[in-house]
C-alpha cells in the first residue's frame, strides 16, 4: 500500500480557497479561519510561501493545520481511510495547480510509491 509523502518545492496546498476546500470546516475553529484568511495574499497563497522556491518561510513556526500528519487525525476521512485520504488532497492540490501531468505530480507519485 502505498504511503503519503511530502515532496519539497511543491506548496500546491500553500493556495487557499476555503470555499473549494469544504472539507476543512470539519476540523478548523473560528481562530483558525481567521488566522487563514490573515495569511492569504490577494492572490489567495500563503504569504509565507517563498514563491522563488515553494518553500515554507516559516516552516518551524507553521500553524497546526499546516502540520499534515498532526491535522490530518482531525478529519473523519483521514481515520476511516488513512494515507489515501491524504494521497488524494495532495493530488487534487497539485492538479489544480499545476495540471494532471505536471512535474510536481510525477514527483510525487513517486515519492509515494518509494516509501
Ligand atoms: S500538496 Fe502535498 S506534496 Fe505538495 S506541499 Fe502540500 S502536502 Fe506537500
Ligand atoms: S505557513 Fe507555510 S506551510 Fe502553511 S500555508 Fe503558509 S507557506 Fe504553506
Redesign the pocket.
Known amino acids: 500500500m502505498k504511503s503519503w509523502s511530502?515532496?519539497e518545492n511543491?506548496?500546491?496546498?500553500?493556495r487557499f480557497d476555503l470555499a473549494e476546500r469544504d472539507n476543512l470546516s470539519e476540523a478548523l475553529s473560528s481562530n483558525d479561519i481567521a488566522l487563514i484568511n490573515s495569511m492569504t495574499s490577494k492572490d489567495g497563497w500563503c504569504k509565507y510561501l517563498d514563491k522563488s522556491n515553494r518553500k515554507c518561510m516559516i516552516y518551524e513556526s507553521r500553524p497546526h493545520f499546516c502540520r499534515?500528519n498532526e491535522f490530518s487525525r482531525s478529519f473523519k476521512s483521514y481515520l476511516k481511510n488513512g494515507d489515501k485520504f491524504l494521497i488524494d488532497?495532495?493530488k487534487q492540490?497539485?492538479s489544480s495547480i499545476y495540471g494532471k501531468k505536471s512535474n510536481?505530480m510525477k514527483l510525487?507519485k513517486t515519492a509515494i510509491s518509494k516509501k
Open positions: 511530502c515532496i511543491c506548496g500546491a496546498c500553500c499534515v488532497c495532495c492540490h497539485i510536481q510525487f
